[in-house]
T-cell receptor, first 113, second 115 residues
Framework: AQSVAQPEDQVNVAEGNPLTVKCTYSVSGNPYLFWYVQYPNRGLQFLLKYITGDNLVKGSYGFEAEFNKSQTSFHLKKPSALVSDSALYFCAVRDKGYSTLTFGKGTMLLVSP | NAGVTQTPKFQVLKTGQSMTLQCAQDMNHEYMSWYRQDPGMGLRLIHYSVGAGITDQGEVPNGYNVSRSTTEDFPLRLLSAAPSQTSVYFC??????????????FGNGTRLTVT
C-alpha cells in the first residue's frame, strides 16, 4: 500500500522568511513523489517531482523539495516566501507497482505581509 | 490548448436525482481519473482509466459509474445522488500510465451540492 501524511493543517510564515511544508510517505518500493498547489476555486497545479537522483529537487515559482529516504520525507521549501504563495499544498506519492496517485490531506500556507 | 475541461462548474441536485459530470481532455492522454475533494480529507480517487474501454475503481467508488468510450472523454455518473456526495469533483489526466513520473493535469472542478 502507499500512503502520504502532511502533519500540519496550516503553516503561517511572514513574507521574506523561509518556508517549509512537511510531507512523509510510505511505500513498499521506490517512491515517486510530487507536490501540487491549489489556488482558490481552481484545480491542482503541478509544482515539482522526485523520481531518482539528486535529493534536492527544484520546481516552479522558486520552490524546491528535499527527499530524505531514511526519514521517508519529502518536505517542500522556499528560501523567501511571497504573499502570493498563500495557497493549499498537496503532497502525493506513487509506488512503482501502482498506477494511481495517493494524495495527502493538504496543508494551507498563509504568508502574511 | 484547453487542457482538461470540466462541466458544469456548479450543480445542485436533490437527493435521488442522477446526473453526469463531464470531463474532456485534448492532450491525447491515456490516463484519466476522477477525484473528490472534501475538507480535511484531501483528494480521494473515485475511478480511473488507463485507456479507452478500460476503467477501474479507486478508493471511494460507491455511488459512481464511469465509462471511457473515447480517449478524450471520461464522464462520471451519479446514479442516485445522496447528501454525502456533496463535494468538489476534479478530473485529471496524464500522458502515460507506464511513465510513473508523469504529473497529473487537473480540470478546474465541479462543485456539487446535494440537498
Amino acid at each position: 500500500a502507499q500512503s502520504v501524511a502532511q502533519p500540519e493543517d496550516q503553516v503561517n510564515v511572514a513574507e521574506g522568511n523561509p518556508l517549509t511544508v512537511k510531507c512523509t510517505y510510505s511505500v513498499s518500493g521506490n517512491p515517486y513523489l510530487f507536490w501540487y498547489v491549489q489556488y482558490p476555486n481552481r484545480g491542482l497545479q503541478f509544482l515539482l517531482k522526485y523520481i531518482t537522483g539528486d535529493n534536492l529537487v527544484k520546481g516552479s515559482y522558486g520552490f524546491e523539495a528535499e527527499f530524505n529516504k531514511s526519514q521517508t520525507s519529502f518536505h517542500l521549501k522556499k528560501p523567501s516566501a511571497l504573499v502570493s504563495d498563500s495557497a493549499l499544498y498537496f503532497c502525493a506519492v506513487r509506488d512503482k507497482g501502482y498506477s494511481t496517485l495517493t494524495f495527502g490531506k493538504g496543508t494551507m500556507l498563509l504568508v502574511s505581509p | 490548448n484547453a487542457g482538461v475541461t470540466q462541466t458544469p462548474k456548479f450543480q445542485v441536485l436533490k437527493t435521488g436525482q442522477s446526473m453526469t459530470l463531464q470531463c474532456a481532455q485534448d492532450m491525447n492522454h491515456e490516463y484519466m481519473s476522477w477525484y473528490r475533494q472534501d475538507p480535511g480529507m484531501g483528494l480521494r480517487l473515485i475511478h480511473y482509466s488507463v485507456g479507452a474501454g478500460i476503467t477501474d475503481q479507486g478508493e471511494v467508488p460507491n455511488g459512481y459509474n464511469v465509462s471511457r468510450s473515447t480517449t478524450e472523454d471520461f464522464p462520471l455518473r451519479l446514479l442516485s445522488a445522496a447528501p454525502s456526495q456533496t463535494s468538489v469533483y476534479f478530473c485529471a489526466s496524464s500522458p502515460d500510465t507506464r511513465s510513473y513520473n508523469s504529473p497529473l493535469h487537473f480540470g478546474n472542478g465541479t462543485r456539487l451540492t446535494v440537498t
